[in-house]
């Protein structure tokens, strides 16, 4: 594409003027000039309203947009061609003269959790922890989360308000009475994976309070996003004459997801002020969409759902499923395993856990560990046992990538993965066996039994090796490796569909 292609020679982009507002302004430009190399790139950055006001919470104050309001104006006349903005900064409702025309690729949507190393004994010690935030969602989300998947007995949890940049909220951290900080990880990631040198100062000013702090990924099954959380909405007048250039650089599945989840957020009011986190994700299995939260009129949201396009013919009552396999321990005796190989292994820096069972005693941990699990239960479990972990694949599979790479300044990350002994050998990992399966002596009548569950593959090959005749019936599993493995026991045929949950099989199937 040349300059023919471009209405004129220099484009004006106009953004908030803090670090990370700048960051993505240029990110944008850049995208702009791989395709249009003679497009000369024009920055105009300044305050918004909402920062000159640093003292409120977000929520008390009474504009809509307090971060882009300011430049509509600028737009509406023509002083810049193009503003770029955090797009959860943005009103739900559409301005009359503006538009949203593209987005780049999508970072983390999930919030991260800080926790000051140096006050971590005095939490534990005390079962309360004070933590900054601004978001009545986290703050509604997050009571019971740390409650039960934190490392020690959390009886109360106190949110206090915090304003300003990253930089400036990561420092109150470690200047005001407080114990932890969340904040959107998309910002922190963008901050930390830049190139550019003007921006080392401030990556070298993270970097030295991040190694001061204990962090963990907040899941979005429990804690979903705000909406459009980790996208760039890039704003121009109705009219524009950028926009077959804008579409050339547009992120379509972003934009759409981004679009579903502002559509839901508008069906309970919107606003910042809301008790609500909506996060879609676009997979190859289907589209999920995470909402947890509270409205305005007391409603309690809590779901996660799967929209995956499949058919398949429901089970006619209760007596044709197969709930037994909704936990496959009912199957095993669970057997340690010990050896050196073991004892090396768990104090690798990097652990992914498939299973509770599979994790060692506590001590063998050195605290200062990435901790990783397959699902929420075994980090609820994890907990329990005062082990501290970094995040989860919440069941979605081991291809769910934990994206740490720029908060830890390491890529690639190489996993080591404690299992059992027939446990999935993911060529990308170091696997460990920690323990063995014993099969029990199961006797099972299948018969009129037309749907199953699978909570495992090491469940569905005990039971498809007594019952080969099972091959033609219904199956459901989880996402990640079980549905691999079983489709490929079953048959390129096989009536074989993707659940998230035991509890959301029962939904679909009755």
Same mark, same amino acid.
């Given at each position: 594409m040349g300059s023919s292609s471009i209405p004129r020679k220099v484009?004006?982009?106009?953004?908030?003027?803090?670090?990370? /507002?700048?960051?993505?302004?240029e990110s944008v430009g850049r995208a702009l000039q791989l395709n249009y190399p003679e497009l000369k790139i024009e920055f105009h950055f300044r305050a918004s309203l909402g920062d000159q006001n640093q003292n409120d919470p977000l929520w008390k104050m009474p504009e809509k947009g307090v971060f882009t309001e300011d430049f509509y104006r600028d737009l509406v006349d023509e002083k810049v061609d193009l503003v770029v903005h955090s797009w959860k900064d943005l009103p739900i409702e559409s301005k009359a003269e503006t538009e949203i025309f593209a987005t780049l690729a999508r970072e983390d949507q999930?919030?991260?959790?800080?926790? @000051?190393? +140096? @006050? =971590?004994?005095?939490? &534990? /010690? %005390?079962?309360?922890? &004070?933590?900054? !935030? %601004? %978001?009545?969602?986290?703050?509604?989300n997050l009571e019971t989360f740390f409650k039960n998947y934190f490392p020690c007995e959390i009886k109360q949890t106190h949110f206090l308000n915090v304003r300003g940049n990253i930089l400036t909220r990561l420092k109150k951290l470690f200047s005001e009475d407080a114990d932890g900080l969340i904040l959107a990880k998309a910002a922190l990631d963008r901050l930390l994976a830049s190139k550019d040198p003007q921006y080392v100062s401030a990556q070298n000013e993270i970097r030295k309070i991040l190694k001061g702090c204990q962090w963990m990924c907040l899941p979005l099954t429990l804690n979903p996003s705000a909406a459009a959380q980790g996208a760039l909405a890039i704003e121009a007048k109705k009219n524009t004459i950028w926009k077959e250039v804008l579409a050339s650089i547009q992120d379509r599945q972003c934009f759409e997801s981004v679009q579903k989840e502002r559509q839901i957020l508008q069906k309970y009011g919107g606003g910042c002020h809301q008790k609500i986190g909506v996060s879609v994700l676009?997979?190859?299995?289907? +589209?999920?969409? =995470?909402?947890?939260?509270? !409205?305005?009129?007391? +409603?309690?949201?809590? %779901?996660v759902a799967l929209s995956s396009g499949t058919t398949f013919e429901k089970a006619r009552s209760m007596a044709h499923i197969f709930p037994q396999a909704k936990d496959s321990g009912q199957f095993f005796d669970r057997i340690k395993l010990n050896g050196s190989h073991i004892d090396s292994a768990v104090k690798d820096p990097f652990i992914w856990i498939a299973k509770e069972d599979a994790a060692p005693e506590k001590s063998s941990f050195s605290g200062l560990q990435t901790i990783w699990t397959s699902g929420l239960k075994t980090w609820r479990k994890l907990a329990q046992r005062g082990i501290w972990v970094n995040g989860s694949a919440e069941s979605l599979g081991e291809n769910e990538a934990p994206r740490i790479e720029a908060l830890l300044e390491q890529d690639p990350i190489k996993w080591t993965k404690l299992t059992h002994l027939e446990g999935f050998q993911n060529p990308d990992m170091k696997v460990v066996a920690t323990y063995e399966l014993l099969a029990r002596e199961s006797k099972q009548n299948l018969k009129g039994v037309t749907h199953f569950y699978w909570s495992s593959g090491s469940a569905f090959d005990l039971i498809y090796q007594a019952h080969p005749e099972m091959k033609t019936s219904w199956h459901f599993c989880g996402p990640g490796h079980s549905y691999e493995h079983i489709k490929m026991r079953l048959g390129s045929e096989a009536q074989l569909r993707i659940c998230l949950s035991f509890e959301d099989w029962l939904e679909k199937v009755l």
């Open positions: 484009l004006k982009i106009a953004a908030r003027q803090s670090d990370l /507002a700048r960051l993505q302004a999930r919030d991260l959790f800080l926790l @000051n190393r +140096e @006050n =971590f004994a005095r939490v &534990k /010690a %005390s079962r309360e922890m &004070k933590v900054l !935030t %601004s %978001s009545p969602r986290r703050s509604y676009p997979r190859s299995y289907g +589209e999920l969409c =995470f909402l947890r939260g509270l !409205t305005d009129r007391g +409603e309690v949201l809590d %779901s």
